[in-house]
């Protein structure tokens, strides 16, 4: 029982090198989500998607880019990468939408680093 | 800006002490959502509470949502070494489709 699988567990970036974190889950749910959390400041949205071909900006979405062509799968792909980046990224997954007492199924992270 | 502010940031105690956590906003949710997340691992759902003045209790852990949808706590009784972890509210606000707001989170560490 996988659940939500991310990958890498750790990179380290140099300024302006680009890649792509892997998300997968294979519970079918239709909603899925990136957020990023630093030391001390909680979880923030950076991108969603509530279906396949359908993606939408969270909170902190400059930077980032997403793109959603199967309902198990969700990257999110970095183009130039800034030390402001430095974060740990958590993919999840959800049945409905959030807001309607649907749990998160959250990944186990990618910790990345950007110097 | 932070929507949610859960209280107090960092938490130490004793096995056996009681304790409390506190998630406040000035912003009316429709529900609200405890995790708790453990070193080098995703958060993990506790539970929903939907209702205001609702109560659920989970085995030592009792939440409270305000009667205005606009706070709640978590408390703990009894603490053990095994409640240590990263303690995460988070809200949903109105329609806004798929956002759930988190909290800055409450670290707590319980020493045998």
């Known amino acids: 029982n996988a659940g939500v699988t991310q990958t890498p567990k750790f990179r380290i970036l140099k300024i302006g090198q680009s890649m792509t974190l892997q998300c997968t889950q294979d519970m079918n749910h239709n909603y899925m989500y990136w957020y990023r959390q630093d030391p001390g400041m909680g979880l923030k949205l950076i991108y969603y998607s509530v279906g396949a071909g359908i993606t939408d900006k969270g909170e902190v979405p400059n930077g980032y880019n997403v793109s959603r062509s199967t309902t198990e799968d969700f990257p999110l792909r970095l183009e130039l990468a800034a030390p402001s980046q430095t974060s740990v990224y958590f993919c999840?997954?959800?049945?409905?939408?959030?807001?309607?007492?649907?749990?998160?199924?959250f990944g186990n992270g990618t910790r990345l680093t950007v110097t | 800006t932070q929507l949610l502010e859960q209280s107090p940031q960092f938490l130490s105690i004793q096995e056996g002490e009681n304790l409390t956590v506190y998630c406040n906003s000035s912003?009316?949710?429709?529900?609200l959502q405890w995790y708790r997340q453990e070193p080098g691992e995703g958060p993990v759902l506790l539970v929903t509470v939907v209702t205001g003045g609702e109560v659920k209790k989970l085995k030592r852990l009792t939440f409270q949502f305000g009667d205005a949808r606009k706070d709640s706590s978590l408390h703990i009784t009894a603490a053990q070494p095994g409640d240590t972890g990263l303690y995460l509210c988070?809200?949903?606000?109105?329609?806004?489709?798929?956002?759930?707001?988190f909290g800055r989170g409450t670290q707590l560490t319980v020493w045998p």
């Open positions: 912003s009316v949710f429709s529900s």
């Open positions: 999840a997954s959800s049945a409905i939408q959030a807001t309607y007492n649907s749990p998160l199924h």
């Open positions: 988070a809200g949903a606000a109105g329609s806004t489709l798929g956002r759930l707001y």
